[in-house]
């Protein structure tokens, strides 16, 4: 009986230690057993420090450089509109894939030459932006369909996802106009994606549903 009581009094005092008397205050810091990175050795953002010289924590981007995926603007703000910077502006097949309420083939002329360079340029965006969904080889089994998120569409089959749209996906403006808008349970891309990239990725989808045409993907 007495480790009864005296377990009893021991499981007493642990809770009381770590859940204190209710009602109680303190100035004190609390303990913390899972600080769960609350307190982190990082420079925030406009604060002072004197590390560096100039007396400042934030840092500026080392010169002539550039974010990786920006594209420095060919005109000033003043004189550009906003396909000067690289994102949908304008009505044309160009920024939209149509021609007027259809979608139209091809790629457009403001590509220049479909040469190897695009086409990497395509497969390499492709691969960060698509390829989780629609797979590395466009057959539509990326990595969410491995844990049982999505199948996505499967362009080395146009119209085996989605039937009723067969003819539209068989051509290039109908896929950038999903890449920009999105479709389904697909979000749009085109506030992350520039419009001749979103066309190098069309390209590259092209030569992934050749290379199944190729492989006997029926």
């Known amino acids: 009986m007495k480790y009864f009581f005296l377990s009893y009094f021991i499981i007493a005092v642990l809770i009381v230690s770590a859940a204190g008397f209710r009602g109680s205050k303190t100035q004190n810091s609390p303990i913390e057993v899972f600080p769960d990175m609350d307190h982190q050795a990082k ?8 590390f560096f ?12 450089t550039a974010p990786i995926g920006y594209e420095f603007p060919t005109k000033p703000a003043a004189e550009a509109t906003a396909s000067a910077f ?17 979608y139209g083939d091809g790629l457009p002329k ?16 492709y691969n960060i932006y698509c390829s989780v969904c629609h797979g590395l080889s466009g057959n539509g089994k990326g990595t969410t369909s491995k844990f049982g998120i999505l199948t996505a569409y499967n362009f080395q089959q146009p119209g085996a996802n989605d039937p009723a749209n067969t003819a539209a996906y068989r051509t290039t403006g109908a896929i950038f106009d999903v890449i920009t808008n999105g479709k389904g349970l697909m979000g ?13 990725i ?16 029926q």
């Open 43 to 50: 420079v925030k953002y406009q604060v002072a420090s004197d």
């Open 188 to 200: 749009p891309y085109g506030g992350n994606i520039p419009v001749r990239d979103r066309w190098a």
């Open 110 to 125: 403001e590509l220049g030459p479909v040469d190897l360079k695009l086409l990497e340029r395509g497969q390499q965006r």
């Open 202 to 217: 069309v390209a590259y989808i092209r030569t992934l549903q050749l290379a199944g045409k190729e492989a006997g993907v």
């Open 86 to 102: 690289a994102f949908s502006n304008g009505t044309d097949f160009y920024n939209t894939g149509r021609f007027g309420d259809y």
């Open 53 to 64: 010289a100039d007396g400042s924590g934030a840092r500026k981007p080392v010169a002539n």
